[in-house]
């Protein structure tokens, strides 16, 4: 009797110990679910912006050379010399100058005896002294040296134009080909480009082409300015569709009285596109797949989470906005992600 009251005590106390162990393991469990905080999301109306690489090129560009070889006497200005309209760059030599300058003399003396003749004839006429015939051929002579005289200006006109060059527009030098002593050849002397305003150049998707106008603000950055942001506006769009790269051209006007902004500068351009509804989530509620481009979000439903794939928008602040992934009224966890994983339970924290 004594052994089997001893056998019965040890099977009890086995049994509250599995009972406490069981029951341990359990409070356990419970303690192990990860704690998150979460939030309620909603979808609003944001500012849609389209960002774009740019060109800066000059508003115009003038080739400045001679219609004729030369050789060149003085060349006055070099890269990067700013010019104004009118100003002198260059002087050619002008050897031939002198003999169109005599002829334009002896077109005018020849017009001036040929006048007097056409005047004398006309008055001979008027009492009877003359005939009809000898005024026509005297009128055809006139206008014979009339044209001849015009035609010796034009010349000298051109020689002189020719030989003193001058910059038909303001702006900054970007090429100069030659030195004094050269002779003339294919190539400018000098090239003058216009950089006040200059032209903004970007491509805009074929998608985009109903949401872009003349007329639109742009807003550029360049990265020789860091943040600084410049205005300027849409002067033209092209009324064509690259078939390759299926976007279409667009041209931006940016004063730059200053010359800060140089040809051939990389900016990058935004517009804004109108608005759109969509969700927005605090930018801590963001998981980024480790080694991937891939990003997540886990939604909260019913003590569980679901692991999100999201395609983000612009960033807004601390948020950002959700293209797809999270649908309006949805909670998202935005703390204690780095335990979780799909489909597992989890208690909230206020």
Do not use: W
């Not at 040296?145 to 034009?154: D, K, P, V």
């Not at 807004?316 to 797809?324: F, H, P, R, T, V």
Request: contains cysteine; proline residues 4%; glycine residues 8%.
């Amino acid at each position: 009797m004594k052994n089997q009251s001893y056998i019965i005590t040890f099977f009890a106390l086995s049994f509250l110990t599995v009972a406490c162990s069981g029951d341990k393991s359990a409070n356990d469990a419970e303690e192990k679910k990860p704690v998150v905080k979460v939030e309620k999301v909603d979808n609003r109306d944001v500012v849609q912006v389209g960002t774009y690489t740019a060109t800066v090129e000059p508003e115009y560009i003038n080739n400045i050379s001679t219609s004729t070889p030369n050789r060149i006497k003085e060349i006055l200005v070099d890269e990067g010399y700013n010019v104004a309209k009118g100003q002198t760059v260059a002087i050619l030599d002008d050897v031939n100058i002198t003999s169109y300058e005599i002829q334009v003399a002896n077109a005018q003396a020849s017009l001036a005896t040929i006048q007097q003749d056409y005047d004398r004839a006309v008055k001979l006429l008027q009492i009877g002294g003359g005939t009809q015939q000898a005024v026509d051929q005297m009128k055809l002579q006139l206008t014979n040296a009339q044209n001849t005289l015009t035609a010796a200006e034009r010349t000298l006109k051109n020689v002189k134009e020719n030989t003193i060059l001058i910059s038909p527009i303001s702006g900054v030098i970007t090429a100069r080909n030659y030195d004094p002593g050269d002779m003339t050849g294919t190539l400018p002397i000098v090239t003058v480009a216009q950089v006040n305003p200059v032209k903004i150049i970007i491509n805009v998707p074929e998608s985009e082409l109903s949401k872009v106008s003349k007329g639109m603000p742009a807003h550029i950055n360049f990265d020789t300015y860091g943040d600084e942001v410049f205005e300027g506006v849409i002067t033209m769009v092209s009324p064509t569709v690259d078939t390759n790269s299926r976007t279409f051209g667009v041209e931006i006007s940016l004063q730059n009285k200053d010359n800060r902004i140089l040809p051939g500068m990389f900016g990058r351009v935004k517009l804004e596109l109108g608005s759109a509804n969509h969700v927005v989530v605090p930018d801590r509620a963001i998981v980024k797949q480790p080694g991937s481009a891939n990003q997540y979000v886990y939604v909260y439903h019913d003590g569980t989470v679901s692991y999100n794939k999201v395609e983000l928008g612009q960033r807004l602040g601390n948020a950002y906005e959700l293209l797809s992934g999270v649908e309006p009224g949805d909670t998202v966890v935005v703390t204690g992600q780095t335990k979780l994983a799909d489909g597992i339970s989890v208690e909230i924290t206020q």
